[in-house]
Every structure is written in structure tokens, then in C-alpha cells.
């Protein structure tokens, strides 16, 4: 006999959190299969949301923010009790100092052991290791309650400032049958959570424009939040009305390209002399979607000085006026704020200063004229400049680059070309060593017919090179191109420059490119950047997840000393006081 369409529902937990999943068009579950999550991988099972299997935990939460980098889309990461969501932890500090949301879901002992805990094998309190590193953490103790819950975690990771989720679900949860209305899973999202907004207050939409029509050397800054809100075209209107060069920082790579004549370099001080002087020289300054973090710090503190008009934008209220001071203040999503501020402008160029923008761009070309420099220098070992160049030159225009690595990622910053938003990406915020080939793979699965290339350095790839596997597993041909300069580079020059002492930074000895084979993936070792187009191209043509490991030695980057002054402030300013304390 039919069952009446609005006849009661009867799901196990686990089913319910499946319904509510596809409600919210999640694309992708990543994580390892464990034995207390066997309900809700049976429940995935029988859905329309790919399962990727990972070797580690932590590179599940990692690949979820790549996707939610890539697409604004909101996956899922699971972790079985105890370990699993220890493991998690890693993963989901990457998403949240990136303000990247996901979806955190860890099983745990039945609720007759767990909260508070008993004792068995794999106890752990979840929920209070994962609180410090989501927006929103809560324990699940009854089925009934998981529409309300899982609506909850997504309204929480979509609402102002992105970021990860998690919920704690002990296992009998997930098994427990309960019984739901029949139109429960039908609402939408936009029913239960803010899809959009919000917009400016007209009062502060009028005090920006009002400074920006008098600025003579206005700056641009954009952050990810401008990426977020789609407002790249938007945000490059207005500093084309200003006459202003545009700042991107590392979570905002590609709204201006490489060859933008708005271009002078991104990231904050990584950048070199152009993006400092810009900072020092501008008399109004806008900040689209961005936080002042230590990458636009020094050891005077926020780039963005307190005699300078700062216009903030962002959507998350907590970074309107820490650290950096401002003029005008706008909670506001960084498309409809660009959108506001532009038709209250002139639709005509502004007030700048004629040689203000051509004046910072000739510093940059000064300063990739001494880079180019570099690139050129042929040595039996390889310059990271040298390989960086080769790399950025050698790949296609549509190609998919991550970052990772500590010196590393400050040579392909320079050298490997943007062309446009969501084709670079890097990890600002933690600064998670081995975050590149989980979210090169992740990246690799949402575009399968685009070169996704890892650029690295061998510390790093020590760190997540087990996900190797999971590349071959599942034909993923992800290209991991390694500069091996055997060593804890950056650790081994701060001890000899400290201290004139160096402690266990060798890592001499590993040949990456055998680890490859050994995976069942494409290895080769490069000795010369010359070798670099060649042997990309058969990376490429052998359809296998790649590692190149390319010899290189350890060079300074020119933006390090400066990279270093921002890890002096406050510091700085405590010993002034205290210099100043001694002396009176």
C-alpha cells in the first residue's frame, strides 16, 4: 500500500543529517572510515554526496576549505571519536584563521559513557578541543534535535565572517531512530539563514565617497572577503576611478592580475619596497574585506597608520577598528558596499596625483628587475628564483597553483603569475606547513580538467605526502613540484644569524621523487631549472598524480627582513617603554 506523502518520517540520525546535507547542495564528504561512524557512512552510501577517503584526518578539514576557497560551497569533514577528532584539529585551524567555512561532524562514545566521560578507550572531550578552532561547536544528545542543530552549523559557518563548524554526535545519535513531519527536510536554505547582505548605512556610504573624491593618493586594499562576495570587477572599478594602486593580500590573489597596470605586487610586506611606500605615502586608504593581520603589520603596528583616513569595509564587525583605526566604519558585504560607494562617486577620475600610481609602479618594476635577475643565475644548484620562474613560466594560463611551504611560498608569490581570483591560493592564517597537497586535491576533484599544481617546499611535503595515495586512488593527477633544499631552511638561517648555532635542520637524504614511484605516481628529480618545461610536460602527459623534486639551495628572499619586522610589533613598542622607563 503507498505511503501518503504526508505521512511521518521515520530516519535514523544519521539519515536525517544526510537529508540536511543535501538540502544544503554540500558537495563533498572527506575523511577516513571509522567504525562508531559506520551509520553515517552508510547513510552517505545511499546519497547523492561523494565520499573521498583521505589518509589522515587532518587533511579532510583542509580540503573542505579549499572548496569552500574554490566554489563559496560548505563541505563536510568527518573524523571518528577520540583520534580522529584529534587529528581534525590540524585541519580546522587552517580553516579557521582563513575565515573558511566547513563543516565539522566527530562521533564519540554512547551517551551512557560520553559528557561527561568514563574513561573507555578513545575518550575525549571533543567539543572543548574543536570550541578554540570554529565558530560554533555543539554536543548532539538527541536525534530529534538535529534539523535545529545542522541548520544552526550552516547559518553559523555562512553568517558574517566565514568560518568552520563542528558537531560532536556520539554514536548511539547517529543509530537512534526518530520520527519528523514529512515536509521537515523540505526548507531551503534561504528559510533558515542569511543568503546575502547586508548592505551599508547611506550615512557612511556618504562620509567614504566624501573622502575619496579628495583623496590625491588614495590605496586600495582587498581581501578575501572581496573574493567571497564576487566584487572583483567592482572593486577594480573604483580604483580606476581613484587613479589608486591596488593591495591584494594573500587570501585575495588574482582580484587584480599580475599584469593589471593597478598592480603593485600582493600579500602586504611580502610584496617589497612598491607596497610599503604605498602604505607609508597614502593620504585615504580603503580596505575592502580584509583584516589587519600581521601580514599588514610592522614593527609600528598596522600598515594603515592613525594620521592616514582609513575607509573600512568588512562584514564582520570585531575587524572594523582593531587594529588599524578608521575614518568611516561599514558593516557591509564587499559587493553591495563597492556597489553603494560607486554610484555615489563621480563617474569620472578622481583627484590623485598624476605620477602617484606610475611613480609605486616603477618601484615595482625595479624590484622584479632584481628579481628577474635572479632567475637567470645558473649555478650547479638551482635558485629558488630560478625555479620559481621556470615553474610560473612553464605552466598553462588556466592552471591552479597552492602555495605551501614557509620560504617557498615567498618566491612563487612573486613568480608564478595570477591571472585571476580562485587560481592561487595560500594559508595566511595558520601558516599550516603540508596544508598544499590536500587542497591541491581537493582542488584537482572540483576541476578535473585543469592542471592543479603544488609548489612547495621538502619540509612541507613531509608533513601530508601520505596523501600521495589518496591521489593515485582516486586518479587525481595533481602536480607537487618540490624545492628541495634538504633542510629547515628559514630555521637553520635564524639560528646561525641568533645564535651562530645550528640544531637538527638537515633533511638531506630523502628522495621524494622515489617516494612518488613508490605510491604508484610519476617521480622524477630536477637538477636545473632549464629541465623544468620538460619535464612538466611529462609530468603532465603521464595522467599520474606527480612529484617533481627539484634541488635548489637556500637564498634569503628579499622581502625577509621586512616579512620579520612584523613579528616585532608590540615587542617593539613594549621595549621602547621600557628603554624610555629606564632613561627618565
Given amino acids: 500500500m503507498p505511503t501518503p506523502a504526508d505521512a511521518p518520517l521515520t530516519l535514523t540520525g544519521a539519515q536525517a543529517i544526510v537529508r540536511l546535507l543535501e538540502a544544503e547542495r554540500v558537495p563533498a564528504a572527506f575523511g577516513i572510515v571509522g567504525g562508531k561512524l559506520a551509520p553515517l557512512l552508510h547513510a552517505l552510501s545511499q546519497s547523492s554526496i561523494p565520499f573521498v577517503g583521505v589518509r589522515h584526518e587532518a587533511a579532510a578539514p583542509m580540503m573542505a576549505a579549499a572548496v569552500f576557497a574554490s566554489t563559496g560551497r560548505v563541505a563536510l569533514a568527518v573524523g571518528e571519536m577520540g583520534p580522529g577528532g584529534l587529528n581534525l584539529a590540524s585541519g580546522a585551524g587552517v580553516a579557521f584563521n582563513n575565515n573558511l567555512a566547513a563543516l565539522l561532524i566527530t562521533t564519540n562514545q554512547h551517551r551512557a559513557a560520553a559528557y561527561p566521560h568514563r574513561g573507555m578507550f578513545m575518550d575525549m572531550d571533543t567539543r572543548a578541543v574543536l570550541a578554540p578552532l570554529t565558530k560554533w561547536n555543539a554536543v548532539v544528545h538527541d536525534a530529534r534535535r538535529l534539523p535545529e542543530l545542522v541548520r544552526t552549523a550552516f547559518r553559523e559557518a555562512h553568517s558574517g565572517?566565514?568560518?568552520?563548524?563542528?558537531?560532536?554526535?556520539?554514536?548511539?545519535?547517529?543509530?537512534?531512530?526518530?520520527?519528523?513531519?514529512?515536509?521537515?527536510?523540505?526548507?531551503?536554505?534561504?528559510?533558515?539563514?542569511?543568503?546575502?547582505?547586508?548592505?551599508?548605512?547611506?550615512?557612511?556610504v556618504a562620509a567614504a565617497a566624501a573622502l575619496l573624491q579628495q583623496a590625491r593618493r588614495p590605496l586600495v586594499v582587498a581581501g578575501g572577503g572581496v573574493v567571497h562576495a564576487g566584487a572583483g570587477a567592482a572593486l577594480r572599478e573604483l580604483a580606476a576611478r581613484l587613479g589608486a594602486p591596488v593591495v591584494p593580500t594573500q587570501m585575495a590573489l588574482g582580484v587584480v592580475a599580475s599584469d593589471h597596470p593597478a598592480f603593485i605586487g600582493h600579500g602586504g610586506l611580502i610584496a617589497g619596497d612598491a607596497v610599503r611606500q604605498a602604505f607609508e605615502r597614502a593620504d585615504v586608504i580603503v580596505a575592502i574585506g580584509c583584516r589587519f593581520s600581521s601580514w599588514l603589520w610592522d614593527e609600528r603596528g598596522p600598515l594603515a597608520r592613525r594620521e592616514q583616513a582609513l575607509v573600512n569595509i568588512n562584514i564582520d564587525p570585531s575587524a572594523l577598528g582593531s587594529p588599524a583605526l578608521h575614518a568611516v566604519a561599514m558593516q557591509a558585504d564587499a559587493k553591495l558596499a563597492l556597489d553603494d560607494l560607486l554610484a555615489a562617486l563621480p563617474n569620472a577620475p578622481g583627484r590623485a596625483e598624476a605620477e602617484w600610481l606610475p611613480s609605486l609602479r616603477a618601484v615595482r618594476a625595479a624590484y622584479d628587475e632584481r628579481l628577474?635577475?635572479?632567475?637567470?643565475?645558473?649555478?650547479?644548484?638551482?635558485h629558488p628564483a630560478a625555479l620559481a620562474h621556470a615553474v610560473g613560466q612553464a605552466l598553462p594560463r588556466d592552471a591552479l597553483a597552492v602555495l605551501d611551504g614557509g620560504h617557498t611560498s615567498f618566491w612563487s608569490n612573486d613568480l608564478t603569475p595570477v591571472h585571476g581570483v580562485r587560481t592561487r591560493f595560500h594559508d595566511p592564517g595558520m601558516a599550516h606547513l603540508g596544508f598544499g597537497l590536500p587542497w591541491a586535491l581537493a582542488l584537482q576533484w572540483l576541476h578535473p580538467g585543469r592542471t592543479v599544481v603544488n609548489l612547495t617546499g621538502d619540509g612541507a611535503f613531509g608533513f601530508t605526502l601520505q596523501e600521495l595515495d589518496t591521489a593515485r586512488r582516486l586518479q587525481l593527477p595533481v602536480l607537487n613540484i618540490v624545492h628541495n633544499n634538504e633542510s629547515w631552511g628559514v630555521i637553520r638561517q635564524g639560528q646561525r644569524a641568533a645564535l651562530d648555532f645550528e640544531f637538527h635542520t638537515s633533511l638531506a637524504g630523502t628522495d621524494y621523487a622515489a617516494i612518488a614511484r613508490g605510491f604508484g605516481c610519476h617521480g622524477e628529480r630536477v637538477d636545473d631549472a632549464r629541465e623544468i618545461p620538460a619535464a612538466i610536460e611529462r609530468a603532465r602527459a603521464s595522467g599520474l598524480p606527480a612529484v617533481l623534486d627539484c634541488r635548489t639551495r637556500f637564498v634569503p628572499h628579499p622581502a625577509a627582513p621586512a616579512f620579520g619586522s612584523m613579528n616585532r610589533y608590540g615587542f617593539g613598542a613594549l621595549t621602547a617603554a621600557a628603554g624610555a622607563g629606564s632613561a627618565s
Avoid: C, N
Avoid at 628577474?372 to 638551482?382: D, L
Fill in 161 to 204: 565572517r566565514p568560518g568552520p563548524v563542528h558537531l560532536d554526535i556520539p554514536q548511539d545519535v547517529l543509530a537512534e531512530k526518530a520520527t519528523w513531519r514529512a515536509d521537515e527536510f523540505d526548507a531551503a536554505p534561504e528559510r533558515y539563514r542569511i543568503t546575502g547582505g547586508p548592505r551599508p548605512a547611506a550615512d557612511t
Fill in 372 to 382: 628577474s635577475v635572479m632567475t637567470r643565475e645558473v649555478a650547479a644548484t638551482m
